[in-house]
């Protein structure tokens, strides 16, 4: 267990027994060395989609997926490459929505966004032409050259949101660079990826710093409208698109769209967590 995150687990003791409630005894003990069956209840805990989606409640099961990844992780054996790549993978997603939906104290979501960093690092070094390139070229080069789409993605969602607790990191240390070159290489290999997620970040990215990477604001719009065309249930991205979009219609146009599609519950199912959470950001828009 990460000392600085200690916080965000401490509630899920006794957790774990509700993911793996068939396991008692001996059975329970001998799922603790298995790590197959340890990822197994941590997807049953993180699935959102298989029963009605209740927000409130949702920290408890994602909080006990984290732990459950967490104690496979290191009984995977180190050539099991792709499973400790998906775990990772997970991890870092996983941290990233803790942070985003129910963590409230800054030190808190800023040891979250770390752990997410580092995660998504770790799953990109099991590449070993990563490391490879990074010897030789340098860092950005690859990110720029990987080819795990989840891992790239989430280092710079991660990434990107642990540089407002770092912002000479942010600025002097290239960081924002880093995220960068995050996003644009996740839209080189697969662009649908988290329903247009990459489309959908490099958009947010670029109201915030485009003049740190050299890129006209006005070209958020187009990756917004792209994120929305590869996946228009995807209520964040439109949300997003409002938060910075200037024209007051345009606006009145997105909203109206979220609160049209909301009200549709196969839209809110397709992506509860996110689309629970931009429901919530255009009421608080529209007032």
């Known amino acids: 267990m990460h000392a600085r995150f200690a916080v965000s687990l401490a509630s899920t003791v006794g957790i774990v027994l509700l993911c793996t409630a068939a396991l008692t005894g001996s059975d329970a003990a001998a799922a603790e060395?298995?790590?197959?069956?340890?990822?197994?209840?941590?997807?049953?805990?993180?699935?959102r989609w298989g029963a009605p989606f209740d927000y409130g409640a949702y920290e408890t099961p994602l909080r006990s997926a984290i732990d459950l990844?967490?104690?496979?992780?290191?009984?995977l054996p180190e050539d099991a490459v792709q499973s400790r790549s998906h775990v990772l993978n997970r991890l870092s997603q996983a941290f990233f929505e803790l942070a985003e939906g129910y963590l409230l104290d800054p030190a808190e979501r800023e040891a979250a966004y770390e752990l997410g960093k580092d995660t998504a690092l770790a799953s990109l070094r099991l590449d070993p032409a990563f490391t490879a390139t990074e010897q030789a070229d340098g860092f950005r080069a690859a990110l720029?050259?990987?080819?795990?789409?989840?891992?790239?993605?989430?280092?710079?969602?991660?990434?990107?949101?642990?540089?407002?607790?770092?912002?000479?990191?942010?600025?002097?240390?290239?960081?924002?660079?880093?995220?960068y070159a995050s996003f644009e290489r996740s839209i080189e290999l697969d662009e649908g990826y988290d329903g247009g997620g990459p489309h959908r970040a490099m958009g947010s990215l670029l109201t915030q710093a485009h003049f740190l990477v050299g890129r006209d604001p006005a070209d958020a719009a187009?990756?917004?409208?792209?994120?929305?065309a590869l996946d228009p249930t995807y209520l964040e991205t439109y949300v997003n698109y409002a938060e910075y979009a200037k024209d007051e219609d345009l606006v009145d146009d997105l909203l109206s769209t979220v609160f049209e599609?909301?009200?549709?519950?196969?839209?809110?199912?397709?992506?509860?967590?996110?689309?629970h959470r931009a429901l919530q950001r255009a009421e608080r828009m529209a007032r």
Do not use: C
């Not at 187009?222 to 929305?228: A, G, K, N, P, Q």
């Open 33 to 47: 060395a298995d790590p197959g069956a340890l990822i197994a209840a941590a997807e049953a805990a993180y699935d």
């Open 261 to 275: 599609l909301a009200a549709d519950p196969e839209v809110m199912a397709a992506h509860p967590f996110y689309n």
């Open 144 to 179: 720029r050259a990987a080819g795990d789409v989840a891992a790239i993605f989430w280092y710079g969602n991660t990434l990107g949101q642990w540089l407002n607790y770092h912002y000479v990191t942010a600025i002097m240390g290239g960081g924002v660079k880093d995220v």
């Open 69 to 75: 990844w967490e104690q496979a992780l290191p009984l």
């Open 222 to 228: 187009f990756h917004f409208e792209r994120s929305i």
